[in-house]
């Protein structure tokens, strides 16, 4: 499979070049070049099969060329190997026809484990073989941060350094960063807030000494691989619930657009999905521009559900790529006017939209009734993400359809708002139950790219 840029400028990569590279040098983001189709056959063979199993067959077209089917079996083991629930992703039914996709069984409590632990095993088998090692550093507001910890400590052709602002994420959240004894593990607490990390994260890819001395990989969600790995659990899930045989709906609390972006492709390789139903707080640009009111930023408002406070949605180009009938130079334009403000869609690209995305958008008081319902009906105690898209999900179900929304995080991780909503205190599952006894380890340091960089020279493995 060969990989092509949504600007339509970059060079045709392998899955591994793609990987290893991230972002595209024309600014854009990976596809592969053509969407692989499995059979009603090949999907109804997907019943009652583990979840690695499947795993691999829906992903291996995507990767054959740069691992062999053995080692990316393999891979695959190794990646979900970790996970505190047999099925990796369980569903739970919240009522008649409404379903709770489960995506919070890995090592950090949220779905982005899923992509990360799957991404740190490809990086170690690609880097292995080609006698390389790469620093990986990234900036985080919480989840990312600890996802990409776990998935890269103890790899020996890896460094990790994660920043994340110094006393603006949550105690779950830092000591799941901290607590990792793995020499090539580094949290580094920065005096400064989220954006100050970012911005020194992009300074960083923008210093071509330090990014080529230090051998400089990103693994945030741009990353094609990320969105691969989130494809199969919408196979697992829609298989259980009578796919192919039978429609279902995805309804995804959404931030940056990877993971409902990953139930389109699912829909694109065959499977049978009526309506993908993007959920948001109030940072709500997705919902305006779903509801035809065009791509404009605003300011980013926090909420009690954070990892959905963006203004700009970076997978959402991907998206833009197929509405505009893939014409990465109409994709550059729109990437070029954001710069600016916004774009407003055409016409035709919204209705290529609208043929499998809805939208909803759901205010604090909402998210916070959300759990207290949920509780109260279905017995279940959910994190304000998963609250979010169980309100949408409800508001958009259809009788004849049945609607899974994907649980995004554990309901631990936000302690304060789940009790704040229920009156209940949620637990952390008991493999973890000791995160506040383990000794902490994490750099404080300057909000100074000079220091920043610096700090990472003289601590990557030699
Ligand atoms: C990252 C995250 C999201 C948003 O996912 P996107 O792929 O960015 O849309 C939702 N919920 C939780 C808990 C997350 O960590």
Redesign the pocket.
Known sequence: MKYISTRGQAPELTFEEAMLTGLARDGGLYLPAEIPVMSHDEIAALAGLPYEEIAFRVMWPYVSGSFAEVEFKQIIARAYEGFGHDARAPLKQLNENHFLLELFHGPTL???DFAMQLIGQLFQVALKRRGDRVTIVGATSG?TGSAAIEAFRGLDAVDVFILFPHGRVSEVQRRQMTTPADSNVHALAVDGDFDDCQAALKDMFNDFDFRDGVKLAGVN?INFARVLAQIVYYFSAAVSLGAPHRKVSFTV????????FAGYLAKRMGLPIDRLVVATNQNDILHRCLSGEGYFKGDTIPSISP??DIQVSSNFERALYYAYGEDGGAVAQLMDELKTGGFNVSQGAMEALRESFDSGRVSEDETLETIKETLANSAELVCP?SAVGIKVGEDHRAADVPMITLA??HPAKFPAAVEKASGEHPPLPSRMADLYERPERVTRIANDLGTLEDHIRRHIAE
């Open positions: 949220a779905f982005k989840d969600s609390p959404t931030g940056n657009f990877g993971d409902i990892s959905m993400h995004t995080a």
